[in-house]
C-alpha cells in the first residue's frame, strides 16, 4: 500500500516554514505498514494544486494533504478540492457549533463570518473532527483513491492524524507489514563502517533494505523489512540484526534500537533512580532542554547553570579563579571543576560540565574554535574529555552534546 | 524564473529525517529573485529520481537536488544522473586530491575505495568544489534546463549553495526582482487580523501577495512583491507597508521585518549594551539556548539557572522555602523572586524567570497542565505575568517564551 504526503503552503516553498508534518506524518504511516512513495510540497496555488492531486492520485492509494485550510484569502485548498472532485461545500452543524465553542472558551473577540466559514465542508467528505483547532480534517474516497485534507499546523494535524486518520486506514485498507529497526553507532565513519558490514549486506534477503543515516558523530544504520507474512518478517530481521551485533556490536549503541541516545540515557536514570544536573558553557543549556523535552525528566533531572559568562563559573559555580587563570577556561580542569562543583551545589549522582569555543570568534579563552572539554562527574569519579569539533557553530554545539550523553551512558549503564 | 527543490533518500519519506535543506535552499533563491514551483521528496529508486528528474525539467529552469552522493550502496543519485544524462562517470583529480587530503587530517582509518569513488563525477557536468566534505556538487546543463546535485549532508549543501550555487545563478540568469517583507504582529489571531485588513489586502497591487505565518502567540503577515523593475517594486512595497503599520502599527514588532523576535532582542541588548540571565523551570534552558544559538551573545548574555526541581529553586537561587510553601511554586510571587534573584546574583540589567506546569502531568504544584508565569526584572523594577498556555507541552514551552521575549522587548526598548 502507497501513499503520497502533499504539504500546501507559499511559506515552505520559500523556506520560511520548515516543513515537519510530512515527517510525521511519514513515520506515523510506516509504523502501520504504508510505504510514503512521494511528498510533494506546492504553493497556495489552485492550477498547482489540481496537478499534484491529479499526479499522486495515479500513483498511489492514498493522498495526504496539509494546509491551505485557514480563515484567510490565501487559504484556496478547500475550494480547490471542490473543484477536483466536482463538489460543493455544505455546512456542518457538529464543526460549527465546535468553532463557535473554541471561540467562547479561548477568544474575547466576537466571532467572524470567516471562522463560521471553517464549518463548510465537502459534501462528498467524512469530517474527521479536529478537537484542537477551527479547520476540520477531511476524508474524500474518490475512485480507488483516497484523499485526506488537514490543516497544516503541526498540533492539530498530530492530532488528527493520531486519533482519526490512522485508524481509519487500519481499518479500511489491507497493508503488507513493515519492520523497521535502527542500530545507532559511534565512533566509526559511515564509509569505513560500510567496509566493515559489506559481506553481510550484500547477502540480506531482497524484502530487506539497507539504510545509514550519518548525523554528527554517530551513524544510525536501519534495516526495513517488508512482507505479507508477519512472523517470518520479524524471524529474518531478528536473525539479521544479530548477525550485524555480531560484526559490530561493540560500537552499538542502547538496545531499543529506534531511540536516540538522549531517549536512552532517560530510561537508565528513571530505572535506576539516579539524578543529573548539568553546568553548561558554549553549549547555553542545550543539554538542560533536551532533556526536559521529554515528558518525565523531572524524576532525574534537577537542574543546570549555564555559565555563559567567565564570571559566572567562579561567582555561582565557584571554579576557583587561580584554575582559569593557570589551565585557561577552556580546560580540562575547568571542566572537572564545573562538573563536580554542579554536582554537589545541585546535590546529584551525576553532571555533565561543557566548556569551549564553539565559534564564530574566540572568546575569553585562547581556544582554538573548535575545542571543547566535556566533564563528567559519577558517584565515584569525575573525569574531563578533550575534543576538536571543527569549525561550524551549531555542529560544534550538536557533536559536544551527542559527545557528553555518550560518556554519560557510559557511565550510567554501569552504574 | 523558476526552480524545483528535489530531495531523495528514504529516510525522508519514513520521516526519520526532518528536510531542512529545502527551506534553506527555498530562502536563499528567493533573495536573489528565484521563485521555487515544488519541492519533490523521493526514495533512493532509480525510477523515482529519474521520473522526479524528467517531471521538473518540463516545468522550471533549474533543478536542485540534494542527496544520494555518499560513499554507501544506497547512494545512487550519480549512477542515475549518468542514465538520465546518457553520460558517464570519470574522475576529477582535483577531488580525489582533495578527498585525500581530508582523510589524512581528519581519519585515523585508511582511505577506502569507496572514499575514492567520491571523485569520479559526469563528465558533462562543471564540478563545484565542496571543501566541507567529500562529495562534489555538480552544475549540469541540458538543453534549456540546469541541474544541480549537491550532498544532503545540510552544512556540506549549505556551503555549496552559498559559495557556489547562488553566485553562478546571479551570473548565469536574468532574474525578476523579489523583495518580501515581513512583519511579526502579536496578540491578535489571524481571522480577527485578516477582518482588520481586509480593505487594505483586496486593493493590493496584482505583483503584491500577502500571506498569513500563525505561530505560537503571533502572526507574520508576508508581503512578497515581483518585478523586472527594482525601484518601482521597492516604492510599492514601501507604500504598501505604510499603509499596513497605520492600520495595525500597534502590534507590530521590530523594524527589520525579518527578523525573528529574539534577533530583534538580541540586537537591542547588544546596541545598548544591557546585560540579560535567566532563570527557568519549566522552560528547561531553552530560552538561554535559543539566545546562545545566536553568535555574539556573549556580549549580553551571562547565564542561567535552570531551577527544574523546586529545591534548586530555594538552595541555588535563594527563593524562601515559606514563599513557596504560601503561593506554591507555580505563582507570580515565585517567578518575581526567581527574576529578582538571578539578576542579583549574575549581576545582570534584566532578568527573565520562568515557572509554570507545561504538563503532561501535574508537578510540584497542584496547577492546572498550561499554568505559567513568566517573570521579569528590569533595572528599576520586578513583574510576573500569568498565561494560561493550553494543554501540550511543547505549546506550552514555546508559547511561553515567545511571551517572555515580547515582555522583555518592551522593556529594553524603553530602557
Not at 494535524?157 to 529497526?181: A, D, G, N, S, W
Not at 545507532?184 to 524484502?207: M, R
Amino acid at each position: 500500500m502507497l501513499a503520497e504526503i502533499i504539504t500546501i503552503g507559499d511559506e515552505l516553498l520559500i523556506g520560511q516554514v520548515i516543513d515537519t508534518n510530512s515527517a510525521f506524518i511519514g513515520k506515523e504511516l510506516n509504523k502501520i505498514g504504508v510505504a510514503v512513495y512521494q511528498i510533494t510540497s506546492v504553493q497556495d496555488n489552485k492550477q498547482q494544486i489540481l496537478s499534484a492531486l491529479n499526479d499522486a492520485s495515479k500513483r498511489v492509494d492514498i493522498v495526504l494533504i496539509t494546509g491551505g485550510l485557514g480563515p484567510t484569502k490565501d487559504d484556496i485548498t478547500k475550494h480547490t478540492l471542490c473543484e477536483f472532485f466536482n463538489d460543493t461545500l455544505v455546512q456542518n452543524n457538529k464543526v460549527l457549533a465546535h468553532v463557535e465553542e473554541l471561540f467562547k472558551k479561548f477568544s474575547d473577540k466576537p466571532i467572524l463570518d470567516v471562522n463560521r466559514q471553517q464549518a463548510k465542508v465537502l459534501s462528498k467528505a467524512t469530517v474527521l473532527h479536529n478537537i484542537k483547532g477551527t479547520a476540520p480534517g477531511m476524508w474524500i474516497k474518490n475512485k480507488d483513491t483516497v484523499f485526506v485534507s488537514m490543516p497544516g499546523v503541526p498540533f492539530e494535524m498530530r492530532y488528527l492524524i493520531t486519533e482519526e486518520v490512522i485508524p481509519r486506514i487500519i481499518k479500511e485498507f489491507k497493508r503488507p507489514h513493515i519492520i523497521h529497526k535502527t542500530f545507532i553507532t559511534y565512533g566509526v565513519g559511515e564509509s569505513a563502517l560500510a567496509a566493515q558490514i559489506s559481506d553481510w549486506e550484500d547477502n540480506l534477503p531482497k524484502f530487506i533494505k539497507l539504510a545509514y543515516l550519518p548525523s554528527l558523530g554517530s551513524v544510525r544504520l536501519r534495516l526495513s523489512g517488508t512482507s505479507l507474512n508477519k512472523s517470518s518478517l520479524e524471524k529474518s530481521i531478528e536473525e539479521e540484526s544479530l548477525k550485524l551485533k555480531s560484526l559490530i556490536g561493540d560500537i552499538i549503541y542502547g538496545d531499543e534500537g529506534e531511540d536516540e541516545l538522549e531517549v536512552v540515557v532517560a530510561k537508565l536514570f528513571t530505572e535506576k533512580r539516579k539524578t543529573l544536573a548539568t553546568a553548561e558553557s558554549f553549549t547555553g543549556g542545550k543539554i538542560a532542554e533536551i532533556i526536559t523535552s521529554m515528558p518525565g525528566a523531572s524524576a532525574y533531572f534537577k537542574g543546570s547553570v549555564v555559565s555563559y559568562a567567565t564570571e559566572v563559573k567562579t561567582t555561582v559555580l565557584g571554579v576557583p579563579e587561580d584554575l582559569i587563570k593557570t589551565y585557561s577556561v577552556v580546560s580540562e580542569q575547568v571542566a572537572v571543576a564545573m562538573a563536580k562543583n554542579v554536582q554537589k551545589m545541585l546535590k546529584t549522582d551525576f553532571a555533565i560540565a561543557t566548556t569551549g569555543n564553539a565559534g564564530p570568534t574566540k572568546g575569553d579563552s585562547n581556544a582554538e574554535v573548535g575545542t571543547v572539554y566535556i566533564g563528567i562527574a559519577t558517584p565515584t569519579k569525575t573525569f574531563a574529555v578533550h575534543q576538536q569539533l571543527g569549525g561550524q557553530r551549531e555542529r560544534v554545539v550538536n557533536k559536544a552534546i551527542n559527545k557528553a550523553l555518550e560518556l554519560l551512558y557510559k557511565e550510567i549503564l554501569g552504574c
